[in-house]
C-alpha cells in the first residue's frame, strides 16, 4: 500500500500544474491527505491538506489564493491545482496521510515519503 505522486514538470513563471495523489493498494476514503514539499535544502514545508470527513482544508500562507486541493475518493485521488506559479515553488511535492487537517494548522505526516513529483518553476 502506497500513495503514488505524479504531475510535476518544468513551468514557466505564472504557468499552472495539476499534482495527482494515487492511493495504490488501499481506499482513500476514510484518509486524511495531506501535500508537502521539500525545497533545495530545506526541510519539508506542509503546503495544503484535505480531511476525509468534513471537508476542512488547509494552505500555508505562501499558496493560499493559488493553490486548491481537491480529492475524488471514487477515483482514489487527491489533486494539487496549483496556479499562477512561482520560482519559490520550486520543491520536490511529496504526499502522505496526516492525522487531522485544520484551517489554521499545519499538518503532520505520518508514514514514510515516497519518490514525490518534482516541480520546477523557472523561466
Known amino acids: 500500500a502506497q500513495l503514488v505522486e505524479s504531475g510535476g514538470g518544468l513551468v514557466q513563471p505564472g504557468g499552472s500544474l495539476r499534482l495527482s495523489c494515487v492511493a495504490s493498494?488501499?481506499?482513500?476514503?476514510?484518509?486524511?491527505i495531506g501535500w508537502f514539499r521539500q525545497a533545495p535544502g530545506k526541510e519539508h514545508e506542509g503546503v495544503s491538506c484535505?480531511?476525509?470527513?468534513?471537508?476542512?482544508?488547509y494552505y500555508v500562507d505562501s499558496v493560499k489564493g493559488r493553490f486548491t486541493i481537491s480529492r475524488d475518493n471514487a477515483k482514489n485521488t487527491v489533486y494539487l491545482q496549483m496556479n499562477n506559479l512561482k520560482p519559490e515553488d520550486t520543491a520536490v511535492y511529496h504526499c502522505?496521510?496526516?492525522?487531522?487537517?485544520?484551517?489554521?494548522?499545519?499538518?503532520?505526516?505520518?508514514?514514510?515519503w515516497g519518490q514525490g513529483t518534482r516541480v520546477t518553476v523557472s523561466s
Open positions: 484535505v480531511s476525509n470527513n468534513d471537508g476542512s482544508t
Open positions: 493498494g488501499f481506499t482513500l476514503d476514510g484518509w486524511t
Open positions: 502522505a496521510g496526516v492525522h487531522r487537517c485544520l484551517e489554521h494548522d499545519p499538518p503532520t505526516p505520518f508514514g514514510s
